[in-house]
């Protein structure tokens, strides 16, 4: 059973912002029937804003990190707050945990540049990290380093891990998720745009569009079906693509 079993949402916050997302016009009532569920829709669908609120409820940083990294101050994130997470309701089987990492792509490079200003006074912390600076490895080997190093047991809220990842180190990713949720140690959140990844065994997936946020398959997503499809005939796709710009 996962750690984090229901996310709910009593009402939507009178903002602009959110009640322009339509995923979120229903309301928010899921079951999180696995280890690994996955987010998929496109940019703006909700997806992002949803992990977000989920990982400040469970007193993670959002600029990334886990509890320890618990002050929301510095780069982009000074006195940010996520609007939806005090709306939130999170339903824990059989007890809340509070260990755990919240990731997200878009700020990794601020997160690596924190973890080198505490090392600054005790080197020791880039053993979580695979023993060396994150900026001194390539975007790949960091965000590997930190899910090798740093994934051991937990709630892991991750927001599009595949964006430095090449196709054969998303495998690897996939191998360190199967690990931990054969484990029973560890649950995974993640939004992804990533075809290979929503192939998890097992996974649950829930799509955000305007219809509101629906369970899936893969084979049922766009991004499966539409990958797949350029991939069997990408020259259809392309002179298509040409002619319209022509």
């Given at each position: 059973?996962?750690?984090?079993?229901?996310?709910?949402?009593?009402s939507?916050?009178?903002?602009?912002?959110?009640?322009?997302?339509?995923?979120?016009?229903?309301g928010?009532?899921?079951?999180?029937?696995?280890?690994?569920?996955?987010?998929?829709?496109?940019?703006?669908?909700?997806?992002s804003?949803?992990?977000?609120?989920?990982?400040?409820?469970?007193?993670?940083?959002?600029?990334?990190?886990?509890?320890?990294?618990?002050?929301?101050?510095?780069?982009?994130?000074?006195?940010?707050?996520?609007?939806?997470?005090?709306?939130?309701?999170?339903?824990?089987?059989?007890?809340?945990?509070?260990?755990?990492?919240?990731?997200?792509?878009?700020?990794?490079?601020?997160?690596?540049?924190?973890?080198?200003?505490?090392?600054?006074?005790?080197?020791?912390?880039?053993?979580?990290?695979?023993?060396?600076?994150?900026?001194?490895?390539?975007?790949?080997?960091?965000?590997?380093?930190?899910?090798?190093?740093q994934?051991?047991?937990?709630?892991?809220?991750?927001?599009e891990?595949e964006?430095a990842?090449?196709?054969?180190?998303i495998?690897?990713?996939?191998?360190?998720?199967?690990?931990?949720?054969?484990?029973?140690?560890?649950?995974?959140?993640?939004?992804t745009?990533?075809?290979?990844?929503?192939?998890?065994?097992g996974?649950?997936?829930?799509e955000?569009?305007?219809?509101?946020?629906?369970?899936?398959?893969?084979?049922?997503?766009?991004?499966?079906?539409?990958?797949?499809?350029?991939?069997?005939?990408?020259?259809?796709?392309?002179?298509?693509?040409?002619?319209?710009?022509?």
């Amino acid at each position: 059973m996962p750690f984090l079993s229901e996310i709910s949402l009593r009402s939507l916050p009178d903002t602009n912002y959110l009640q322009s997302i339509p995923s979120f016009k229903d309301g928010i009532q899921l079951r999180l029937k696995s280890n690994v569920t996955f987010f998929v829709g496109e940019n703006g669908s909700g997806k992002s804003t949803l992990l977000e609120g989920i990982a400040e409820r469970c007193g993670f940083s959002l600029r990334g990190g886990n509890r320890n990294h618990n002050l929301n101050t510095g780069y982009a994130f000074e006195g940010y707050e996520s609007a939806l997470a005090n709306q939130l309701d999170l339903s824990w089987t059989p007890r809340r945990i509070n260990n755990g990492f919240f990731m997200r792509a878009e700020s990794f490079f601020n997160f690596a540049s924190y973890i080198d200003e505490l090392a600054i006074e005790d080197s020791r912390i880039l053993n979580a990290y695979g023993g060396r600076s994150l900026h001194k490895q390539s975007h790949g080997e960091s965000f590997l380093s930190l899910f090798n190093n740093q994934f051991e047991s937990g709630i892991y809220i991750l927001d599009e891990p595949e964006a430095a990842l090449s196709p054969s180190r998303i495998l690897a990713f996939m191998s360190v998720i199967h690990e931990l949720d054969q484990s029973g140690r560890a649950q995974f959140l993640i939004a992804t745009h990533s075809p290979m990844l929503i192939c998890y065994p097992g996974a649950t997936i829930y799509e955000f569009d305007e219809r509101g946020i629906n369970e899936t398959t893969y084979q049922d997503t766009e991004h499966f079906s539409l990958t797949k499809s350029f991939l069997n005939n990408p020259a259809l796709y392309l002179r298509h693509l040409m002619n319209d710009l022509d």
